[in-house]
């Protein structure tokens, strides 16, 4: 059997084969922390554990290397791309004008249908946490973000965001597990949908700025409660 990167290249005939399911599969659960940073990423093993051929998982693989998420390793195969948090603040701090604007543009074009299941998002969303199920607001949330994306409009900015969200989602998804950042997140999110709902453009790019910026804070405040006790020893 040929090694992961031993193998013929990926022409026409193996990108056909590509499954988006096992991609969003494999991005999932990198995103949740079931691999690890840095984890090798075995073709062999994915295959038979998503019951997919080695040509998807390639692709796949590709795919995820695209978006920042995995690193291809020269005759070694692929593993996890570990994001700093430095990084992932750069990235937020990136995604603060993109966002924001899209936040905006959504706001200035919102339907009433739209205006509706936004607004049934944000009950879902608050009864989640107030239930303690911190799982289920952070697939909500994520949600949310891609449907901000989506009634947008705005080709470009969506297609920057779903990179660069992909790579710092998974530090978020960390944040988001802590019960007390889970009930100030969720007021952050529903102020962002109030504002959209209201059709209020300036608004909702601010209510984006504040909560990108509060997830900045956090995110400096576990690096270094996590690097206090290192430090100390």
Known sequence: MSS??????????????VDP???????E???????????????A???????????????????????????????????????????AIEILEVRIGVEGLCAAKTAA????????????????MIESVAEGDLVEYSRLHLSLDVRLRELSHHATASEVLARLHAQSVRHQ????????RAKVSV????????????????AAELAVRRHLLSVIDALREVSAAEAGPASAG
């Open 4 to 17: 992961v990167t031993g193998g013929p290249p990926l022409g026409a005939e193996a990108a056909a084969t």
């Open 109 to 124: 074009r919102l339907s009433d249908e739209d205006a509706a299941a936004l607004a049934d998002l944000r009950t879902r």
């Open 45 to 87: 093993d994915l295959s038979a554990a998503f019951s997919a051929s080695r040509a998807t998982v390639r692709t796949a693989l590709l795919e995820l290397a695209g978006e920042g998420l995995v690193e291809r390793l020269p005759n070694r195969g692929s593993r996890v791309r570990a994001i700093s948090v430095d990084e």
């Open 173 to 180: 998804f960390k944040l988001s597990s802590r019960p007390q």
């Open 29 to 43: 659960a990198i995103i949740r922390g079931e691999y690890a940073p840095n984890q090798r990423l075995i073709e």
């Open 187 to 202: 007021l952050e999110h529903a102020a962002i949908i109030d504002a959209v709902v209201a059709r209020n453009p300036d």
């Open 21 to 27: 399911s096992v991609t969003d599969v494999i991005r």
